[in-house]
């Protein structure tokens, strides 16, 4: 049960974050030339890996969700300190809040999702429940 409540977080954060690049794409991305095309690989890779998150039981898309949100919170703190492809922010929209969230949110939960957990039956053959 925890696993499944684990993935679904995992994969309501890709989703959020897949959403906001969406609507900050179509608010001003599309118009730069490096960060738009990049917003859209965004989108388009939360949507790809929640479904993989929700339907493949493996570690592999919980460590590709963590891999998104630490790359996705990387190019933001780059954006924000030095700026990326000549885009600077601020720190200063709803979007750029959620965005942090629902990143952040990817990284905690997919890592949770990556420690091993013991089932009911294995820890009842050892003799612990």
Do not use: K
């Amino acid at each position: 049960m925890v696993g499944w409540i684990l993935r679904v977080l995992v994969a309501l954060g890709l989703l959020g974050s897949a959403w906001v690049h969406w609507v900050v794409w179509l608010d001003w991305a599309r118009n730069t030339d490096v960060v738009g095309p990049l917003f859209l690989v965004n989108v388009i890779a939360g949507v790809v890996i929640a479904i993989a998150v929700l339907l493949w039981r493996h570690w592999l898309p919980a460590l590709a969700a963590v891999g998104f949100g630490l790359a996705t919170l990387g190019a933001y703190v780059l954006s924000l300190t030095v700026g990326f492809f000549g885009v600077q922010e601020q720190f200063a929209t709803q979007e750029e809040l959620w965005g942090v969230v629902t990143e952040v949110a990817c990284v905690v939960f997919g890592l949770a999702l990556l420690v091993p957990r013991r089932t009911t039956a294995t820890a009842r053959e050892s003799g612990r429940v």
